[in-house]
């Protein structure tokens, strides 16, 4: 016989069903029945400090562990404060769950001035969502909890919003707690694969960009590249898909002008599971290329999306690249696409500007501190965006980057979400001290969750890339210059470790004292150290 528990108690079982065993939220008063049965679940909560910090946590969650990131946030101001991460999850395709409280099923629309009233609550998050529904029943969050878990698990990850009236989650739910199984990967069409191979196998200059998409078919892909001597391009989302060091890898230099040549160049041209959306390339209209388009996507919106593919296959990356490596004849003719891989990221390097250069010393320092299974969230900074590029991965998803919708303050709790997700992974977090203020309160969270982190802050004074461009339009720099707090004597006043390195070797020792720490560590470089000249 099942036990009578309340419908936010069945709610825990539920998520631990889907294998959901952490959440990131706040209590409220309009979500205190949800807590009841948490720890009988298994549940572990992790508290933040505002809801924001919640939503960008499960987001860095979710994309380091690859499974759905879930937060518990209350109905009205907690739903809008997320609403940035939802935005940067839908851009960037992330599986995320958000649950909140809403208005009781008798007030929903009616306007009466409850607390945390919104009249439609769900049409505010619908944009930002996959789905956004208010289940007016117990048998109603089990059937949109299904729903979620089935987007996840097949097609493409966008997050979900679930909105349960208060009087919902105090109802009695006495029907046990089951799985439903979710739909399978998409296989690819056999005559889209036979036409892919067939211009593949005959291609005298291929390219392959690898996007986002690609991160989970990463031995399919570098398998496939050196099958027929293919350069290969990243995206941000794709970087680390084959490793940087490999020598038909090019880093993610889509917006560079050396790599936009090369595919202009280029026969074939192999786009796996990317929108080529302007962050990547930073062109007015679309990439050129002056060969054929193979699009492999999940999503078949993206297949006819801004280009004119030859072949366009919907499917899984991995299924499909797979069926492609199968059929390709055993001899094809060999390349000569690392030789233009090293003259292309020669071409590249040459071209950094002298603020690039300095960017570029602090990264390899970064990375000769990190070990080689070490992941960095980046957020919208100059440093970092030098970093997509140059930083060098070994791995998919060792650089994370808001890329899509371009959030500032997303690194420290997504890199504190990843930190939780795998505790035995150094993170690393890339900050500006303009993003930095938008949630740098999630240093708390960090220190009460023991959490061994190098925070490196780099610190310029300003919002120097909105400075930057002005200047270059001849526009006055207006909200720039921002006084700034001591973020070290801040930092400590959380209870962070901290250091201000003098040197590259002095910036080296305090990243591995930092991942070596029993907390989190704020390192401050400042863009006008003497020892970057």
């Not at 690819?188 to 390219?207: F, H, M, Y």
């Not at 940087?244 to 880093?251: F, V, Y």
């Not at 990375?367 to 440093?383: E, I």
């Not at 150094?426 to 203020?437: H, I, L, N, R």
């Amino acid at each position: 016989m099942t036990d009578k528990i309340s419908c936010g108690s069945r709610l825990m079982q539920l998520l631990r069903a889907y294998g959901v065993d952490t959440l990131f939220g706040m209590p409220g008063v309009h979500t205190l029945e949800a807590y009841r049965g948490m720890d009988d679940a298994g549940m572990r909560h992790i508290g933040v400090r505002h809801e924001q910090g919640a939503g960008f946590m499960a987001d860095g969650y979710a994309r380091m562990s690859g499974k759905p990131g879930v937060c518990l946030l209350i109905s009205g101001p907690g739903v809008t404060n997320a609403a940035t991460p939802l935005g940067q999850a839908y851009s960037d395709s992330i599986p995320m769950l958000m649950i909140s409280s809403v208005a009781a099923t008798k007030d929903l629309g009616m306007g009466r001035g409850r607390l945390h009233e919104i009249t439609d609550q769900s049409q505010v998050t619908a944009p930002l969502t996959a789905f956004s529904a208010i289940a007016t029943s117990p048998d109603q969050v089990r059937e949109y909890v299904a729903r979620a878990f089935a987007l996840f698990e097949s097609g493409r990850s966008r997050p979900v919003h679930i909105s349960i009236p208060l009087d919902v989650l105090t109802a009695i739910d006495d029907k046990p707690v089951t799985r439903r199984a979710a739909r399978g990967s998409r296989a690819p069409a056999s005559a889209g694969i036979a036409d892919a191979t067939k211009l593949l196998a005959e291609a005298k200059r291929p390219v392959i960009i690898a996007g986002g998409g690609s991160v989970r078919a990463s031995s399919q892909l570098v398998a496939l590249a050196e099958r027929l001597g293919a350069a290969v391009v990243p995206t941000i989302a794709g970087k680390g898909v084959i490793a940087d060091s490999h020598p038909l890898a090019l880093e993610a230099t889509l917006d560079r002008p050396a790599t936009q040549a090369m595919i202009a160049e280029a026969d074939v041209v192999l786009c796996i599971g990317t929108e080529l959306a302007e962050p990547d390339i930073w062109l007015d209209g679309p990439l050129p290329m002056n060969g054929k388009m193979i699009r492999i996507d999940i999503d078949p919106e993206v297949l006819v999306r801004d280009y004119d593919a030859a072949v366009a296959i919907e499917a899984d990356a991995a299924l499909a690249l797979a069926d492609i490596l199968a059929a390709l004849p055993a001899s094809i003719p060999s390349k000569e696409s690392h030789n233009q891989v090293a003259r292309i990221r020669a071409a590249e390097r040459e071209a950094l500007t002298p603020l690039e250069r300095k960017h570029v010393k602090v990264l390899d320092a970064l990375r000769r501190a990190m070990p080689d299974d070490g992941v960095v969230y980046s957020d919208m900074t100059q440093l970092a965006y030098t970093g997509y590029a140059f930083y060098p991965c070994a791995g998919p998803r060792q650089w994370i980057f808001p890329a899509g919708y371009g959030t500032l303050g997303y690194a420290l709790p997504a890199g504190i979400g990843g930190k939780i997700a795998a505790p035995e992974r150094p993170v690393m977090v890339v900050v500006g001290d303009g993003g930095f203020q938008f949630t740098l309160q999630e240093l708390g969270t960090a220190v009460e969750q023991k959490l061994p982190m190098a925070i490196i802050l780099w610190n310029n004074d300003s919002l120097a890339q909105i400075r930057d461009g002005m200047i270059s339009r001849k526009i006055p720099t207006i909200g720039i210059n921002q006084h700034n707090p001591d973020f070290i004597k801040l930092a400590e006043a959380y209870g962070c470790r901290t250091a201000s390195p003098q040197s590259i070797e002095a910036l080296e020792q305090a990243v591995t004292a930092a991942l070596a720490a029993d907390r989190p560590t704020v390192i401050e470089v400042r863009e006008s150290a003497g020892f970057l000249a």
